[in-house]
T-cell receptor, first 112, second 114 residues
Framework: AQRVTQPEKLLSVFKGAPVELKCNYS??????LFWYVQYSRQRLQLLLR??SRESIKGFTADLNKGETSFHLKKPFAQEEDSAMYYC??????????????FGKGTLLTVNP | DAMVIQNPRYQVTQFGKPVTLSCSQT?????MYWYQQKSSQAPKLLFH???????NEADTPDNFQSRRPNTSFCFLDIRSPGLGDAAMYLC?????????????FGPGTRLTVL
C-alpha cells in the first residue's frame, strides 16, 4: 500500500537559515508528489507539485526515485514560512479513481 | 471570491446523535471530497463524488454517509457519532482528478462528541 512518511513532527530554524522538510514515500508505481501548506488560521493549500519543477515562495522539491524521497528545501527561511507542511502522494488508475494520500505533516517554526 | 465554504466551523453533538456537516463551493468543480483529520494525524480521505458518481474508501465506516444534491453542495452525515469520530472534517474540491487538478480545501468543521 502507498505510504507517505514525514519523519519530523516539529522543525525549528532561525530566520535566514536553510530549511529542509523531509518526505519519503512508498509506492510501487510512478509517483506524483505534492507539498501542501497550512498557515496559521488558514486553509490547507497547494504549495508545489513535483511534475511542474517549480519554485514557489523560494521553496523547491526534487523527486529522488532512488531514495524514494521528495524533500522540500529553501535556502533562506523567513518568519512567514512558519506553517504546517504536508507531503502528499497521488495514485490512481485514471477516470475517477485518483486518491491523495497525505503524510502526518511537519510544523515548521522560523524564529527571528 | 470563488471558494469552498464549510458550515458550521464548530459542531458539538452528543454520543449517538446524528449530525450533518455541510460543504458548498462556488468553483463549479466536478469533484468534491471529504477528509477526516484527527489530532496530529494526516488528513484521511473518507469518500468523494465525481459529479454524481459516489466513491467510498474501503475503510470508511458505514456510520459515515454522504449526499450531493447538486454541483454546489455536499453533505457529510454521521449517523451515530462515537467519541472516536471527534475530528476536523475537511471538504475539498477539484475540477477533475490527476496531477494537474489541484484540490481546494475549505476551512474545516471541528466536530466535538460529548
Amino acid at each position: 500500500a502507498q505510504r507517505v512518511t514525514q519523519p519530523e513532527k516539529l522543525l525549528s530554524v532561525f530566520k535566514g537559515a536553510p530549511v529542509e522538510l523531509k518526505c519519503n514515500y512508498s509506492y510501487s508505481g510512478s509517483p506524483e508528489l505534492f507539498w501542501y501548506v497550512q498557515y496559521s488560521r488558514q486553509r490547507l493549500q497547494l504549495l508545489l507539485r513535483h511534475i511542474s519543477r517549480e519554485s514557489i515562495k523560494g521553496f523547491t522539491a526534487d523527486l529522488n526515485k532512488g531514495e524514494t524521497s521528495f524533500h522540500l528545501k529553501k535556502p533562506f527561511a523567513q518568519e512567514e514560512d512558519s506553517a504546517m507542511y504536508y507531503c502528499a502522494l497521488i495514485i490512481g488508475s485514471g477516470g475517477s479513481n485518483y486518491k491523495l494520500t497525505f503524510g502526518k505533516g511537519t510544523l515548521l517554526t522560523v524564529n527571528p | 471570491d470563488a471558494m469552498v465554504i464549510q458550515n458550521p466551523r464548530y459542531q458539538v453533538t452528543q454520543f449517538g446523535k446524528p449530525v450533518t456537516l455541510s460543504c458548498s463551493q462556488t468553483l463549479n468543480h466536478n469533484v468534491m471530497y471529504w477528509y477526516q483529520q484527527k489530532s496530529s494525524q494526516a488528513p484521511k480521505l473518507l469518500f468523494h463524488y465525481y459529479d454524481k458518481d459516489f466513491n467510498n474508501e474501503a475503510d470508511t465506516p458505514d456510520n459515515f454517509q454522504s449526499r450531493r444534491p447538486n454541483t454546489s453542495f455536499c453533505f457529510l452525515d454521521i449517523r451515530s457519532p462515537g467519541l472516536g469520530d471527534a475530528a476536523m472534517y475537511l471538504c475539498a474540491t477539484s475540477s477533475g482528478q490527476g496531477t494537474y487538478n489541484e484540490q481546494f480545501f475549505g476551512p474545516g468543521t471541528r466536530l466535538t462528541v460529548l
